[in-house]
């Protein structure tokens, strides 16, 4: 009898626990396939207005991936699209080779890359994936900076398109469109014209 109990135990035990890991992987590839759309979408809860300040980037040193402090100041004088990413991030890592062949092929526009991340991580990534414009290190306290600058959530892929005197013009939350940001590109380049 006492066989029988434990092996009808260990047989529940086992749905109970695949059951759950299915429902869990369901729950995540459905949130994974909505996400893009809904990362757009956003920024605070309906009728809170997010915390803007575009000067705390402006302000911001921060060092690139050989410990160097960097003013953010440096880059103003072309238009700039920056973008927030971490190797962690599946849809960041995604987006690198795109924003890497615009950044080579729009001399015009500064492209920065900031990493949520550690300048080790970093290394590592760029070093399987080559990227040419400059990165600088947050690291998680980057998340803070996010907020400053709309993102509520805090979420990642996050990309801010600033003119050239940095104002910011446009953001993105979520993984960038290579068509849709080049489309935006354009715009900020009119801007910066005017």
Excluded at 7 to 20: D, K, N, P, V
Excluded at 62 to 81: I, N, S, T
């Amino acid at each position: 009898m006492m066989v029988y109990m434990k092996r009808r135990t260990l047989i529940l035990g086992a749905c109970g626990l695949s059951a759950m890991a299915a429902t869990g992987w369901f729950a995540w590839r459905e949130s994974s396939r909505k996400a893009p759309g809904a990362n757009r979408a956003a920024s605070a809860a309906p009728g809170a207005k997010p915390l803007l300040n575009p000067d705390a980037l402006l302000e911001a040193k921060l060092p690139d991936m050989d410990g160097r402090e960097v003013p953010f100041k440096k880059y103003l004088g072309k238009p700039l699209v920056v973008n927030f990413w971490a190797t962690w991030c599946a849809p960041c890592v995604e987006e690198m080779p795109a924003l890497n062949e615009m950044a080579q092929s729009m001399p015009d526009i500064q492209f920065v890359g900031i990493g949520i991340d550690t300048a080790d991580k970093m290394r590592e990534f760029v070093a399987k994936i080559p990227v040419s414009y400059p990165l600088l290190v947050a690291g998680h306290g980057g998340i803070a900076l996010l907020r400053e600058l709309g993102n509520a959530t805090g979420g990642l892929p996050f990309t801010v398109m600033l003119d050239a005197n940095g104002s910011m013009i446009d953001t993105i939350l979520g993984q960038v469109q290579p068509a849709d940001l080049q489309d935006r590109i354009r715009a900020l380049v009119v801007k910066s014209k005017t």
